[in-house]
């Protein structure tokens, strides 16, 4: 049971917008940070936002991260085939101790 | 460019003990701030983060499976070591390696090394 809750899946339609949603608490994404990553089928996974809501070069602008109080989502925007994927939020806890969620499958109808 | 690419062995045997390396390039881990971690997934189960390493040699570790992991580092090879003892057939994982980067009061895991799966069975 991880410390971040995520919806185990979530789904879209080519073009839409899916939010995928990571719950925490107070010492944790309360406090600081969150990270997003896409793990795409049989790969290692990739950074997608860092520090709520930054993209790394080469993330294209139809993802997007937000945060507030202890709460965080990952936006995806005008959805293609290719981001079927597992998403990950991760943050960490006052501890400095890392966590991740339990990972979003997503899905493109 | 910075690559890690994790090693170790494919196969262990309940009880034993696990080593696996990280070597990686394109960064020093005297430099501060760098850190290293790892991270394991069991087959079609989410991300565990496992343990981290700072340049200053502080170390973290996952507090369910502390007693179980020792991480080190040799700056001069630019290896990171975990060792994971009394191995259990839940442990069968894909273990992954990651540079840390803190900016400023942030920090997250990028990039990641491929991983390595480890099967844990008799």
């Known amino acids: 049971q991880s410390v971040l809750t995520q919806p185990p899946s979530a789904s879209g339609t080519p073009g839409q917008r899916v939010t995928i949603s990571c719950s925490g608490s107070s010492s944790n994404i309360g406090s600081n940070t969150v990270n997003w990553y896409q793990q795409l089928p049989g790969t290692a996974p990739k950074l997608l936002i860092y520090s709520n809501n930054q993209r790394p070069s080469g993330v294209p602008d139809r993802f997007s991260g937000s945060k507030s109080g202890t709460s965080a989502s990952l936006a995806i925007s005008g959805l293609q085939s290719e981001d079927e994927a597992d998403y990950y939020c991760a943050a960490w806890d006052d501890s400095l101790n890392a966590l991740f969620g339990g990972g979003t499958k997503l899905t493109v109808l | 460019q910075i690559t890690l690419k994790e090693s170790g062995p494919t196969l262990v045997k309940p009880t034993q003990t696990l080593t696996l390396t990280c070597t990686f390039s394109?960064?020093?881990?005297?430099?501060?701030?760098?850190?290293v971690g790892w991270i394991r997934q069991p087959p079609g189960k989410a991300l565990e983060w496992l343990a981290l390493i700072y340049w200053n040699d502080d170390k973290r570790y996952s507090p369910s499976l502390k007693s179980r992991l020792t991480i080190t580092k040799d700056t001069s090879k630019n290896q990171v070591v975990l060792t994971m003892t009394n191995m259990d057939p839940v442990d069968t994982a894909t273990y992954y390696c990651?540079?840390?980067?803190?900016?400023?009061?942030?920090?997250?895991?990028?990039?990641w090394g491929q991983g390595t799966l480890v099967t844990v069975s008799s």
């Open positions: 394109g960064f020093s881990l005297s430099t501060s701030g760098v850190g």
């Open positions: 990651a540079h840390r980067l803190k900016v400023g009061a942030t920090c997250w895991f990028d990039p």
